[in-house]
């Protein structure tokens, strides 16, 4: 019995290890293979990984449906891009702005939370909507009369990670491995990714995330268990925003340019769709949901060149046809997924309730 | 053990509750009855904190709760049983039960408790592994109570235990209830079936549109010509 658990263990610490030399080999494969557009593809994966964990905090686990939740990934953009550009020639360590960062997109959050505290589904989503747009608007605006935000032209110029000297912009060798920009900031936010991944995964099973799922189950109930549901509700604001907060300051080094038009509704709605698609409330459909959206539209602009081969023409302009095959996933996910790729264990027994009844009952009575 | 003087609830103009007064003793059983729209769950979600009074004070243990929210009444041993049940309908049983717990820490009580909460409700203890949203609506409301008892409350609030219930499961809830105050729980029972509140009570107050119209032991309410006519139904 005990053997079987070693070897049970051994094999799990092996997946682990495979799992991370394939991560730590990952750019340089994908680099060899599909080239290195695919690298920095897979970057803004990693970002949207942590923006779309962010964003399922606040929708997935405590319920509360967010349509602006683009804005946070603004503020934690131009927090950093802001201090660290030629903008106002203050060039601050990202060691000091992205915590300051999170901080600074907390307070929106519990900005965006405090109003909204009484506001569920229909309407919380309505306002959150508003205060996305209101976020972008003041961005294109604030250049006038006194120029913070330097407008629809947005900031240029801003600084890489760097640490002592060494800047992720540059390419290094490194005991012969050739680390190109997008390598450096693969690993960078591959880091970060996982760290979210590990608090998701602490939040979900504390005590935290359960006073979340008694407030997204029934809110008079959970104030009723002792649950107090309006800081527990703001908690979830706060937290979901500093997720989106960090990316936004690791988007605005990676890029070097950042403008009002990189934060519009519909990407606070592709990262929604990621959730929500993935398996809302579940990590790990999270994860795998934020890969998928971000690599499909990417994997589509293929059907021009193959069109072109096959066809001798191009017939479908690949940018109309992506949102189109997009549109149409949409459909089908819902029609025969509706709780998504890899559903969280409480939506996938509510919707398959009936069938799965019996074998509770006999994996209790086991 | 609770104290209300002149309790007023207004919803936007209209005047609820109208200036109240109730007592609930250590070891009580104590029921308010009434017609539908007395003010009779208006007055309970005074009590724990879910909708502010305009007026009056109440006071727990001696201590003023008026307008505390109610997750803070739980930690003080003031527990709810809101009207509708509200059990969290996408858990299981023990997920549920476990809930009730939220407001305690201690993992080796809370274990015990929920065998012994199971053991009174033996519909629940069958079904611990299945979804509360599956459960009919009796076991819901046994779940709903059991969850209460799970933070051990000195002094429970029923909000309608019986609404929308068959007689069996009415009968069902009610030797539930009766059991829960043999544990030494203190009750105050919200209810619309007045003849099995009194039953199982030790005193009774009946509402009428937002006062109390008569205060007396159960006993003397049941044989109350102006009860009997008015909520008995003879």
Request: one cysteine or more.
């Amino acid at each position: 019995m005990s053997n079987k658990i070693n070897n049970l263990n051994k094999y799990r610490w092996l997946a682990y290890g495979a799992l991370g030399a394939l991560l730590l080999a990952l750019p340089f494969i994908v680099d060899a293979t599909l080239g290195r557009a695919w690298v920095r593809i897979i970057d803004v994966a990693l970002l949207f990984i942590m923006l779309a964990l962010g964003l399922n905090i606040v929708v997935g686990f405590a319920g509360l449906l967010d349509l602006g939740y683009i804005a946070f990934f603004a503020v934690g953009a131009y927090a950093y891009a802001l201090f660290a550009s030629p903008q106002f020639d203050i060039h601050w360590s990202f060691l000091v702005l992205l915590p300051l960062g999170a901080l600074v997109t907390a307070v929106f959050g519990i900005l965006l939370g405090a109003p909204t505290l009484r506001l569920r589904g229909d309407y919380l989503a309505i306002v959150t909507l508003g205060f996305g747009e209101i976020i972008r608007i003041f961005l294109t605006n604030l250049n006038r009369p006194l120029n913070i935000t330097n407008g629809p032209q947005g900031i240029t110029l801003i600084d890489p990670l760097a640490v002592g000297g060494i800047a992720l912009n540059k390419t290094h060798i490194l005991a012969g491995f050739t680390i190109a920009p997008v390598h450096g900031y693969y690993f960078v936010f591959l880091a970060f990714a996982l760290a979210s991944i590990f608090i998701s995964l602490r939040l979900e099973n504390s005590r935290i995330g359960r006073a979340w799922i008694a407030i997204r189950e029934d809110e008079i109930a959970a104030g009723a268990m002792g649950i107090n549901t309006r800081d527990m509700k703001l908690l979830a604001f706060a937290m979901g925003a500093t997720f989106g907060g960090v990316a936004g300051g690791l988007f605005a080094s990676f890029q070097g340019f950042i403008s009002p038009e990189s934060f519009t509704l519909l990407d606070s709605i592709m990262v929604l769709c990621m959730v929500v698609l993935g398996g809302m409330g579940n990590v790990g459909g999270v994860v795998l949901g934020a890969v998928l959206l971000t690599a499909l539209p990417e994997a589509l602009r293929y059907v021009g060149p193959l069109q072109q081969q096959w066809l001798g023409a191009v017939y479908i302009d690949p940018s109309d046809l992506r949102m189109l095959l997009f549109g149409l996933a949409l459909v089908l996910m819902m029609l025969f997924r509706p709780a998504g790729l890899w559903p969280s264990s409480t939506r996938r027994r509510e919707l398959s309730a009936e069938e799965d009844m019996p074998a509770d009952e006999k994996a209790h009575a086991g | 053990m609770l104290e209300v003087r002149g309790l007023k609830v207004s919803y936007g103009g209209i005047n609820a509750v109208k200036g109240i007064d109730l007592d609930v003793q250590d070891g009580e059983l104590v029921t308010l009855i009434g017609c539908n729209g007395a003010g009779k769950t208006t007055t309970l979600k005074a009590l724990s904190g879910l909708i502010k009074p305009s007026a009056g004070q109440v006071r727990y243990n001696g201590k003023d709760i008026t307008a505390q929210p109610s997750h803070r009444l739980v930690r003080q041993g003031l527990a709810l049983v809101p009207e509708g049940r509200g059990v969290f309908g996408r858990l299981t049983v023990d997920e549920n039960l476990a809930m009730g717990a939220y407001s305690r820490r201690d993992r080796a009580g809370i274990a015990a408790d929920r065998e012994r909460i199971l053991g009174w409700f033996p519909r629940l203890a069958e079904r611990r592994a299945q979804l509360a949203g599956t459960l009919s609506g009796g076991e819901q409301q046994m779940l709903a109570i059991g969850r209460a008892l799970m933070s051990r409350p000195a002094l429970l609030l029923l909000d309608e235990p019986s609404m929308g219930l068959a007689p069996l499961m009415v009968h069902k809830i009610f030797e539930a209830i009766r059991a829960v105050a043999a544990e030494g729980v203190t009750l105050l029972l919200v209810e619309q079936n007045a003849k099995l509140a009194l039953e199982i009570c030790h005193r009774g107050y009946v509402m009428e549109s937002g006062v109390i119209a008569l205060a007396d032991s159960a006993r003397a309410l049941l044989t109350n010509p102006q009860v009997r006519q008015a909520y008995l139904g003879e």
